[in-house]
């Protein structure tokens, strides 16, 4: 019995998503690519592995004995490759770094600096990721690293073959305009209520934190503009039309063009990084988390 590896992690993707569709949208593949796969490695180990349940399926006991044995595959995999690339004399070859928008804004750039000055022969690409297509790439071997956000009361347990580590504990604030018709805001509930507000989408982890955390002040914001974008948040709040709830990493590198206030509890989120299990001794994830640190504390 023969059993490709890459079938197996398609396998461990519906266990940890829970259907085809899902798998085929994290992966960028068609469900009929899934299921084609999925029915080789049947084929492959001679048994059953899914069965239908209503318009869906699910992994049956022997799918599940195959796919423990394949988070133990995996890690001694990723370690072989990370003792294989530390037996070279330099750090070289491909990171691939899937990212949100603050981070590469404010630290990345420094990092890449220094690494290019340090090990000429490592390429770094950086891409944006969405958190769930984000992890689903790394499992999938897409990324080899990512660099992820955890907002308060919101917590993010990693998935099943992927270990993090901290990298900062970024505090959250207030921002008003410091001109425009709404420069003599202050913090009182009725003057936050009372002007218009650029939050991220509710649906995403920013997004529900904010709304939460203006709640919890005593007002419900009037939500004129939404939008990921802190570069675009920044910019409305500069020209007097919005106020914001704006992370510190923002002004790493440029000066405070708004009125900053500190929040009750003074809120942190925090910022880290993952990888596949087995790949943190891996030389390129450990310099670039290393030139990381460095940027931030520098």
């Not at 998503?17 to 068609?30: E, F, H, I, M």
């Not at 022969?121 to 955890?150: F, K, M, N, Q, S």
């Amino acid at each position: 019995m023969v059993l490709d590896v890459h079938r197996l992690r398609l396998l461990r993707e519906v266990q940890r998503l829970g259907t085809l569709a899902a798998v085929a949208r994290a992966l960028s593949y068609s469900p009929s690519a899934i299921s084609q796969q999925l029915a080789q490695l049947e084929a492959e180990a001679g048994v059953p592995l899914l069965e239908p349940v209503g318009r869906g399926v699910r992994l049956t006991e022997q799918a599940r004995v195959l796919v423990r044995h394949t988070e133990a595959i995996l890690h001694r995999l990723e370690l072989a490759r990370a003792e294989l690339a530390a037996s070279l004399d330099e750090v070289a070859g491909t990171l691939r770094v899937a990212s949100f928008q603050t981070v590469v804004l404010a630290l990345v750039p420094t990092a890449l600096t220094e690494l290019a000055q340090r090990h000429p022969g490592l390429r770094v690409e950086i891409t944006h990721r969405d958190p769930d297509a984000a992890y689903a790439g790394l499992l999938a071997r897409d990324h080899d690293i990512v660099l992820g956000e955890e907002y308060p009361g919101l917590p993010t347990p990693p998935d099943p073959g992927v270990e993090t580590e901290d990298l900062a504990h970024d505090e959250l604030r207030l921002a008003l305009p410091a001109r425009g018709p709404h420069r003599r805001a202050t913090t009182r509930p009725a003057d936050l209520a009372a002007i218009p507000w650029v939050l991220e989408p509710p649906d995403t982890p920013p997004g529900r934190w904010a709304l939460t955390a203006c709640r919890t002040m005593g007002f419900e914001p009037d939500v004129r503009f939404e939008s990921p974008d802190v570069l675009l948040q920044v910019h409305l709040v500069e020209k007097g039309l919005a106020a914001a709830l704006l992370p510190d990493l923002l002004w790493t590198d440029r000066a405070h063009t708004v009125r900053l206030r500190r929040l009750p509890a003074r809120p942190h989120r925090r910022l880290f990084t993952a990888v596949r299990s087995g790949a943190t001794t891996h030389p390129a994830v450990r310099v670039f988390r290393e030139a990381l640190h460095r940027a931030r504390t520098g």
